[in-house]
């Protein structure tokens, strides 16, 4: 019976994802947070419920500090275990805004998990929800001010949803992922286009070299693909001291490299810090981007399942 609902909630996976994959959108390439680790089921549903506990994150970003209207991001997460059905369920809101523009999204989680080898599990997750992109160019000091492409606000709502397949051990991840299927559209005329859908589609993977008792490393890897634009990837390595301190350095390829540092300061309270350096021209006048980040893990849910040293 236990080998029949496997292959049923795989197949379904596997359905699921053919069906949506085929959905033409225009798209855009979403926030990327030093810290995505820390909220992973904004950019892949399938992680959703692979750690135990029911895990609460809040990010923020600040990115160019001292350009007028920058990019801001805002992102809330939580997922959890339901391990006597192998699945996960998770739900993210995230906000980001540059100038007069913001988009917010806010999706529920579906994982479910089977086991391929002895040790090793294989997660598929899908999302589903909203997107609201909210445009204020009625506000904007324009040279003509009659233009009616600039008399009003733009505003649409959207639904969204996504897929993802994570591959894991307590040493090893690797995963796969489209979070955003469907886009909001800011101009009506763009929402007829026959241009072919380009998503962005993630890559990720990590592994855990344990030196000592007390020590381990992690290098890890998110790298982001979407046509017409260009690559985005983000290399970080992570020093980890007696599962309490983690401090590291990263670099977003062409764009930024940065450092950052969060500690256990309280029973399952995680808060760190994370600074970057802009590596283009933007670097002559900006000041750099902060962001931070706040989890807890609230323990004792369902049952316990191994913990990873995010």
């Given amino acids: 019976m236990k080998r029949i609902i496997i292959t049923k909630g795989f197949k379904l996976c596997v359905a699921l994802f053919g069906l949506i994959v085929s959905v033409q959108a225009n798209a855009q390439q979403d926030p990327m947070f030093t810290y995505y680790l820390q909220n992973p089921i904004a950019f892949n549903p399938a992680i959703a ?44 809101v995230m906000t980001d805004k540059a ?20 040790g090793i599990r ?12 909210n445009a204020e160019t009625g506000n904007l000091k324009v040279n003509d001010p009659s233009d009616p492409n600039f008399q009003r606000n733009e505003n649409r709502i959207s639904p969204n949803m996504g897929v993802g397949f994570y591959l894991y051990t307590p040493i090893y991840y690797a995963g796969f992922s489209i979070p ?56 970080a390595g992570k020093a980890i001291y007696m599962e309490r301190f983690f401090m590291g350095a990263h670099y977003r390829v062409g764009d930024a490299a940065g450092i950052f540092f969060h500690a256990l300061v309280y029973k399952n309270l995680t808060v760190g810090y994370a600074f970057d350096f802009t590596l283009n021209k933007l670097s002559r006048v900006n000041s750099g981007t902060h962001e931070l980040m706040v989890t807890y893990r609230i323990e004792g849910l369902w049952n316990s399942r191994d913990r990873w040293l995010f």
């Fill in 49 to 92: 419920g692979t750690v135990d506990g029911l895990n609460l994150s809040l990010l923020t970003r600040h990115q160019w500090v001292g350009v007028d209207g920058a990019p801001a991001s805002y992102s809330f997460g939580a997922h959890t275990p339901y391990i006597r059905q192998n699945m996960g369920l998770g739900f993210n």
């Fill in 180 to 235: 955003r299927l469907i886009e909001p559209r800011l101009n009506k005329e763009y929402r007829e286009s026959s241009e072919p859908y380009n998503p962005q589609v993630y890559l990720m993977g990590g592994y855990m070299f344990r030196l000592d008792a007390d020590w381990a490393v992690q290098p890890s890897m998110l790298m982001g693909v979407m046509g017409g634009s260009p690559l985005s990837a983000d290399i």
């Fill in 99 to 118: 100038g007069p523009l913001r988009n917010t999204h806010i999706t529920g989680s579906y994982a479910y998990q089977i086991t391929v080898l002895d």
């Fill in 122 to 133: 294989l997660s598929m997750g899908l999302k589903a929800g909203i997107s609201s992109y």
